[in-house]
């Protein structure tokens, strides 16, 4: 029953996961391609000294790239359920409402990981070649809270979608924006160092919201 | 199991408008029972409730014996639901539903799928979104018929139906109900195909029900009586006249009385009549009858 639901799941999020992954693969061309192309002009020694001094963030082009692709995934995931109210559809499978909600949310969250993942992952590699360890570490303290940001936003599209009165819908958005605004405001490298483990257990506790939209609209809830 | 749907009780509100109050029904296994009423009156809700998609102010409802609320996936299984409106999985072609669905039910006959699918006219790519509203109609139905469920919930499937459409699905089903012992529970707001095809329904209003019997009971009993008179505004709805309607100075007068009973029961009221007649109805003028026009 699992692999049927996840087969429902990747027909609707397919073309939207196969667009994003060209979209990071086109971003990492442009940050390496930049890397490289600095070094060989200016010298290794200006693209670090642009790091160390400035702050210069040769990554700063994937701010929003997770943000954005998990209102992209929700979006593609959520959206067919509730036009027309096709979610009873699902609710109605002779499964348990609560794992059904559960699987969906687990589909999308593995996915935004298969997504971000690879491209940290590259990232750091590619980082690795042409910087020392201290400058590869701080940017990947840097990026994380971005990436949560990715599923902060999937959860949060997902709760609104779900949601079945209109006035929590705008207190989910508000509350949503206004956490995914905060994960991505750090200004220099590390800027959530401190605090990173709490935005992780913040993401995770948001992660239940969608669960608790999910069994209201069960409810009918108004 | 004698009953497949028990309704006990039940009552519910949007906000603080009442949708109906102590609502009682029972379906009984292997019989056709249908919802009747006009748009608002509550249809929907019930269907909601039965499936467990809303939870009744106060009241009980037993689907195969447990409470609609908290119905186990051993239940949910046994019950076919259609959502008004045909809605589908759009994003989906014939094949990608039929293999999604098959996966949850035991009994799952996909040759009587396929050979529904076999009739339309579509591409086995052709997404559902891109189906007539008619061409849906027949998807949903070989996925219900597929699933082979022991009760039938269906809400509206006449909606956005032209005439053929509306029969084959009706056609389909009955052979269905017959042939396997199943129950259909039905609403509709196009009364007239369902002449002939219920065996018991429950009529609903906007204060809630009007009436509940088998059908053919209510076909037998129910007249409508017609006369001319010029004393229209002494007709009022009593213990005898169900309802009426008065253009001019000719009267309709819709009852369970027999054409004596009401003829007594008008003239006991000082009322002087001529041209009284008994008019014979369908279920669509019965139906029209007991709720009225407005």
Redesign the interface.
Same mark, same amino acid.
Do not use: C, T, V
């Given at each position: 029953?699992y692999?049927?639901l996840a087969? %429902?799941e990747w /027909?609707?999020v397919r073309w939207f996961v196969i667009g994003s992954l060209i979209i990071e693969v086109m971003l990492l061309f442009y940050i390496f391609g930049n890397l490289r192309a600095v070094i060989e002009f200016n010298g290794a020694v200006a693209i670090w000294s642009a790091v160390v001094y400035k702050g210069h963030m040769f990554f700063s082009i994937l701010k929003y790239l997770p943000f954005i692709i998990g209102i992209a995934i929700s979006v593609a995931q959520y959206l067919?359920e509730v036009l027309?109210? %096709?979610l009873? /559809?699902t609710?109605?499978?002779?499964?348990?409402e609560n794992r059904v909600l559960l699987f969906l949310n687990l589909f999308g969250t593995s996915l935004l990981l298969l997504l971000f993942l690879p491209l940290v992952l590259i990232l750091f590699v590619g980082s690795s070649v042409a910087f020392p360890s201290e400058i590869v570490n701080a940017m990947l303290l840097t990026i994380s809270p971005w990436f949560l940001a990715g599923f902060i936003s999937y959860f949060f599209v997902s709760s609104i979608m779900i949601e079945p009165a209109w006035g929590r819908r705008l207190v989910l958005a508000v509350v949503g924006f206004f956490l995914a605004n905060q994960f991505l405001t750090g200004v220099g490298y590390g800027s959530f160092q401190k605090v990173i483990l709490f935005l992780f257990i913040i993401t995770l506790l948001y992660n239940y919201v969608h669960m608790l939209s999910g069994l209201r609209f069960?409810?009918?809830a108004? | 199991m004698k009953y497949v749907v028990e309704v006990k009780d039940l009552t519910h509100y949007?906000?603080s408008k009442l949708v109906y109050e102590n609502l009682n029904f029972k379906i009984k296994k292997g019989s056709i029972f249908g919802l009747l009423g006009k748009n608002g009156t509550g249809k929907t809700t019930t269907i909601?409730i039965l499936?467990?998609?809303?939870?009744p102010k106060s009241g009980q409802c037993l689907i195969l014996g447990e409470d609609s609320y908290k119905l186990t996936?051993?239940t949910?299984?046994q019950?076919g639901?259609l959502?008004e409106?045909h809605?589908?999985?759009?994003?989906?072609n014939i094949i990608?539903i039929e293999?999604?669905?098959s996966?949850?039910?035991p009994n799952w006959k996909k040759e009587v799928y396929y050979d529904l699918m076999s009739k339309l006219k579509v591409l086995d790519n052709q997404k559902i979104s891109k189906m007539s509203c008619g061409q849906r109609s027949q998807v949903t139905l070989g996925l219900l018929l597929a699933q082979d469920p022991d009760l039938l919930i269906l809400d509206d499937y006449s909606m956005g139906l032209d005439a053929g459409y509306r029969r084959l699905f009706l056609d389909f089903l009955k052979e269905y109900g017959k042939a396997e012992d199943k129950t259909i529970f039905i609403t509709s707001h196009i009364i007239q195909d369902l002449d002939g095809f219920l065996d018991d329904a429950v009529i609903l209003d906007y204060n809630g029900v009007v009436l509940q019997m088998p059908i053919d009971q209510f076909k037998n009993n129910f007249k409508m009586y017609q006369f001319s008179t010029n004393q229209t505004e002494l007709i009022v709805k009593d213990e005898v006249v169900n309802n009426f309607e008065i253009i001019k100075n000719k009267a309709t007068v819709y009852s369970f009385g027999d054409v004596e009973a009401v003829k007594n029961h008008i003239s006991s009221k000082g009322i002087n009549y001529t041209d009284f007649k008994n008019v014979p109805m369908d279920l669509e003028d019965a139906f029209i009858g007991i709720t009225g026009k407005y």
């Open positions: 029953m692999k049927a087969y %429902k /027909l609707k067919p027309d109210m %096709k009873k /559809l609710l109605h499978l002779p499964m348990k069960k409810r009918g108004k | 949007y906000g909601n499936n467990g998609f809303l939870k996936p051993k949910k299984a019950i639901f959502i409106g809605i589908q999985y759009s994003f989906m990608q293999k999604y669905y996966q949850f039910y």
